[in-house]
């Protein structure tokens, strides 16, 4: 699947040749999430072109990895499902993805922002069953960020669960988050915490005090949150 081959017959050369190219391993990380529609597979991936998450689609698909199938309930509009095959690589990214979290340096990791990531991953981790049984919206604001990134939307239904959205959806707010990007990043990842970030004034929440009060219980976090870095 790569550009060129090992010429190898180790298993860890053939399967470098499958997951080694470019972007592979993080598109078949967010297939592991749970993504299966091509523009669901954009937001998880936004700086990866069509292009090339198309070709790297395809790839997979010839690799056996993910198989195109039609979606329930719209036979018009084909998903990209995992096979066996592609389900075995969920403990391999996740260790991957533990490994990246326990050995990386927290600076450089923080340098790397991505509003549209970070609320994509943040929509999908949501605890719809920790919030109360109705609609409940929160706005996210990052005031440094530019225009097209400062709001974002998380509409949560107890019955379609979270949605997100990066225009103003027309309901009324329930709770604003207010905070810079890099704050939000290391509180969802597990590095910062919401009490020291709004004790040092670097995160503010205005509304609903309940939803204020059960901040960490609904909000979630990443699932490597809980990995320790190592010790310097």
Known sequence: MTETSYHQFCP????????????????VRELVAGS?????????VPRMSPA????RLKELEAAGVVERVPAPREPDVMEYRLTASGKELGPII?????????????????????ASLLMWDMRRNIRVGKLPAKRVVV???YPERPEGERNWWIVVDPQSGADLCAVEPGFEVDLFVRSD??????IWMGLDTVDKAAG?????????KGL?????????????????????
Not at 36 to 44: P, Q, S, Y
Not at 212 to 232: E, I
Request: charge should be positive.
């Open 12 to 27: 860890v050369s053939m399967a470098a040749e499958v997951l080694g190219a470019r972007w592979t391993i993080v598109l």
């Open 36 to 44: 299966t529609r091509f523009n669901d597979l954009r937001r998880g």
């Open 52 to 55: 090339l998450l198309s070709k």
């Open 94 to 114: 996740e260790a991957i993805g533990v490994w990246g979290q326990r050995w990386t340096e927290t600076e450089p990791q923080l340098e790397k922002l991505d």
């Open 139 to 141: 706005q996210f604001i």
């Open 181 to 186: 990007l890099r704050t939000m990043t290391a």
């Open 200 to 208: 040092d004034d670097r995160l503010a929440l205005i509304g609903d």
């Open 212 to 232: 204020q009060k059960d901040l960490m219980a609904w909000l979630g976090l990443s699932p490597f949150a809980g990995v320790g870095k190592r010790a310097a």
